[in-house]
């Protein structure tokens, strides 16, 4: 076991070749509750929660990425699978790759959904601004506008209920933890070593995501030597929770066709 990790809370359902699935920032292992009943009739399916988030523990609040990747590694040991898929949505697009560096030998292929690399320095200025609200005006006052960058208005105006039950998620996320995870989210920068990444990987993400932008996951895709892009039509951040249908049928044609 590695010295880093921490032991997080996590889950396992259905059979088949095993797919790891991280989330993102100030979620749990239930953002990916709308994705797995499709995933779990091919693959054994492990979701788990970050430190800090859910049901998992937290020690140190000034963790970081490699602290993120052990946490994975800690979890893929317990469970006795050798090798996986792993993939991750937003935070977790950044953890599930840093993994595959790490540790190459364990991954079968990677997915990288609805996040970003290749950022400009305007982008960068765009996420650390958010960070800057999030400890000047709280978190409650900074999620109305995180809001309508992760859903459609169509989406809130129908499924008030869904929208609510991610916000309150983060709310009830430590304040402190939450926006050490933001800062990990805002610092990380892939672009110089995706081309290191030798197993296929999938990008994913949603036609009208701003901060991670279809032109960002292009830019990814040409730095990817066995990568798939996807753009799912409309949708913005929270394609999990707004098209999980179209987001786990794209993954399981992927990974059946690798």
Same mark, same amino acid.
């Given at each position: 076991?590695?010295?880093?990790?921490?032991?997080?809370?996590?889950?396992?359902?259905?059979?088949?070749?095993?797919?790891?699935?991280?989330?993102?920032?100030?979620?749990?292992?239930?953002?990916?509750?709308?994705?797995?009943?499709?995933?779990?009739?091919?693959?054994?399916?492990?979701?788990?929660?970050?430190?800090?988030?859910?049901?998992?523990?937290?020690?140190?609040?000034?963790?970081?990425?490699?602290?993120?990747?052990?946490?994975?590694?800690?979890?893929?040991?317990?469970?006795?699978?050798?090798?996986?898929?792993?993939?991750?949505?937003?935070?977790?697009?950044?953890?599930?790759?840093?993994?595959?560096?790490?540790?190459?030998?364990?991954?079968?292929?990677?997915?990288?959904?609805?996040?970003?690399?290749?950022?400009?320095?305007?982008?960068?200025?765009?996420?650390?601004?958010?960070?800057?609200?999030?400890?000047?005006?709280?978190?409650?006052?900074?999620? @109305?506008?995180?809001?309508?960058?992760?859903?459609?208005?169509? +989406?809130?105006? #129908?499924? /008030? *209920?869904? $929208?609510? &039950?991610? %916000?309150?998620?983060?709310?009830?996320?430590?304040?402190?933890?939450?926006?050490?995870?933001?800062?990990?989210?805002?610092?990380?920068?892939?672009?110089?070593?995706?081309?290191?990444?030798?197993?296929?990987?999938?990008?994913?993400?949603?036609?009208?995501?701003?901060?991670?932008?279809?032109?960002?996951?292009?830019?990814?895709?040409?730095?990817?030597?066995?990568? @798939?892009?996807?753009?799912?039509?409309?949708?913005?951040?929270? +394609?999990?929770? #707004?098209? /999980? *249908?179209? $987001?786990? &049928?794209? %993954?399981?044609?992927?990974?059946?066709?690798?």
């Amino acid at each position: 076991m590695k010295s880093g990790a921490l032991d997080c809370n996590y889950s396992i359902e259905g059979s088949g070749p095993a797919i790891f699935l991280t989330h993102g920032v100030g979620a749990a292992e239930d953002a990916w509750r709308f994705v797995k009943p499709k995933l779990s009739e091919k693959f054994t399916v492990i979701t788990y929660d970050l430190r800090g988030h859910g049901k998992s523990p937290v020690t140190n609040k000034d963790f970081n990425l490699d602290d993120l990747v052990l946490d994975l590694e800690r979890i893929r040991e317990k469970t006795k699978i050798e090798t996986a898929h792993f993939f991750g949505h937003s935070l977790g697009g950044m953890i599930s790759p840093a993994y595959a560096i790490k540790y190459p030998d364990r991954v079968l292929s990677v997915g990288l959904l609805s996040t970003v690399a290749g950022r400009s320095d305007e982008d960068s200025k765009k996420v650390w601004n958010i960070i800057s609200d999030l400890e000047t005006k709280g978190v409650r006052e900074t999620l @109305k506008n995180l809001t309508s960058r992760w859903f459609t208005e169509k +989406f809130i105006s #129908e499924n /008030p *209920d869904l $929208v609510k &039950k991610r %916000l309150e998620q983060v709310i009830n996320t430590d304040k402190e933890v939450f926006i050490n995870v933001f800062k990990i989210y805002a610092e990380t920068e892939m672009i110089t070593w995706l081309k290191n990444i030798k197993k296929p990987c999938l990008l994913m993400t949603g036609e009208n995501d701003g901060g991670c932008s279809p032109y960002h996951n292009n830019k990814m895709f040409d730095e990817m030597e066995k990568s @798939k892009l996807v753009i799912i039509p409309e949708v913005k951040h929270s +394609f999990l929770i #707004e098209a /999980p *249908d179209q $987001v786990s &049928k794209n %993954l399981i044609n992927f990974l059946t066709s690798i």
